[in-house]
């Protein structure tokens, strides 16, 4: 069986928000026409499904920048799905969580038991939203469009399960990890964090 998963290589990031561009183009091309005529407001909610944050470290003349990146982490124990009353939220065969949003009720309790922030209440789509591995374009035997686009292939994706994969060994030399591994969800996300210059 498939288990899809992402590492995110956060010393070869640059920060040129390709990743964010490329969701965008991809999902929310709709919105983003709409934008154009309405304005930047109704971007808002475009840099939810991915989003890069900037951090600067240090004083100078020594500092350092480094990005960060958070996207639903696809988790194998989801407590999204869980809480759900609707089943709206759910997890596939192959271990991608997706919302179905003719199910959504808006609730919001499956955004109040994410642990990394990475769901949100869209008003266009009337529906919670997030990263769905852009698993349309997966299952047509294409990458994400925020790996395929990244300059620097900071974001590396495939089958968590086949031993050949980069994402397999990246993940079983210890090199990328998950984030809040505490909280029990075993994420399918896993990052490889900067090398901090002294």
Partial sequence: MVRYSMV???????????????????????????AI??????????????????????TFPNVSVYY???ICQHCENPPCVSVCPTGASYKTPDGVVLVDSQKCIGCEYCVQACPYGARFW????RSIDKCTFCIHRVSAGQEPACV???PTNARVFGDLDDPASEVSKLVSSGAAVPLKSEEG???KVFYIFPIRKR
């Fill in 148 to 150: 395929s686009t990244c």
């Fill in 68 to 70: 960060t990146h958070m």
């Fill in 185 to 187: 969800t075993k994420p």
């Fill in 8 to 34: 995110i290589d956060l010393n070869r990031c640059i920060g040129c928000g390709a990743c964010v561009a490329a969701c965008i183009a991809e999902n929310r091309r709709e919105q983003a026409m709409r």
């Fill in 122 to 125: 869209d008003e266009y789509k």
């Fill in 37 to 58: 005529s309405e304005g930047l407001t109704a971007l808002e909610n475009f840099k939810k499904r991915t989003y890069v944050n900037t951090y600067i470290q240090g």
